[in-house]
């Protein structure tokens, strides 16, 4: 069974710049998740997903940050303008259904530079 | 405010020692998980613990959960090199969503 995939895996770019990454989930995954994980720290959801719906985004920073998952399997989160403290690796995560303990299963990450 | 502490944040041990890694929460919860996480890499899921007083055993390790407490524990027997890693525990704070809040991580290191 193949893995939760993102692209790209590192990217670099000068503050005020825009980015975009890119989530395949697990097929048959219905929840995707987004988490930024600064160095050092724990992952921090960001926005969570069912099929093509919202489920939370309270700790998405609107202003910059934005995020979609339009037929309900890929998903793409975008950066716009980017921030010094946006530099952390952004990881995309799976599950079953978001409820009853499903486990959530993470991708390889894309790590972010922000100069 | 929600909180998920662990310690030690840093475990520095010899091969063939035991130790355990704890997971405090500040809210209630029966769930909780275990991931690892080599450098570089992403994280890998270790343990589900899905009620009070559930315990769970792959190899070295062993995790347990009391929601009572708000506590779980991450028990390492006979610690070997590959095992070094870093460690999170992550709470579930929403049985309608699965949210996750992950804990500071325990950065483990093993040596001969």
């Known amino acids: 069974e193949a893995g939760v995939a993102q692209s790209p895996r590192y990217k670099i770019i000068e503050k005020r710049q825009s980015v975009a990454f890119w989530c395949n989930p697990i097929?048959?995954?219905?929840?995707l998740y987004w988490y930024q994980q600064i160095l050092g720290q724990g992952p921090k959801l960001l926005i969570q997903f069912q099929n093509n719906g919202v489920v939370d985004d309270s700790q998405l920073p609107k202003d910059r940050f934005s995020a979609e998952r339009l037929k309900g399997v890929d998903s793409t989160l975008k950066i716009q303008p980017a921030k010094l403290e946006d530099s952390a690796v952004y990881l995309c995560?799976?599950?079953?259904?978001?409820?009853?303990?499903?486990?959530?299963?993470f991708g390889p990450g894309t790590r972010l530079t922000v100069l | 405010e929600l909180k998920v502490e662990q310690n030690p944040l840093f475990l520095s041990m010899q091969e063939g020692k035991n130790y355990t890694i704890y997971c405090n929460y500040s809210t209630t919860s029966d769930r909780l998980y275990w991931y690892r996480q080599d450098p570089g890499k992403s994280l890998e899921s270790l343990f589900v613990l899905l009620s009070n007083g559930a315990v769970k055993q792959e190899g070295r390790l062993m995790a347990s959960l009391d929601t009572k407490a708000r506590l779980s524990t991450l028990h390492i027997t006979a610690a070997v090199h590959d095992l070094s890693a870093t460690y999170f525990c992550a709470v579930d704070i929403d049985l309608d969503t699965d949210k996750l809040i992950f804990g500071t991580g325990t950065r483990l290191q093993v040596f001969p």
């Open positions: 995560a799976s599950s079953l259904q978001g409820w009853s303990g499903n486990e959530q299963f």
């Open positions: 097929s048959g995954h219905a929840t």
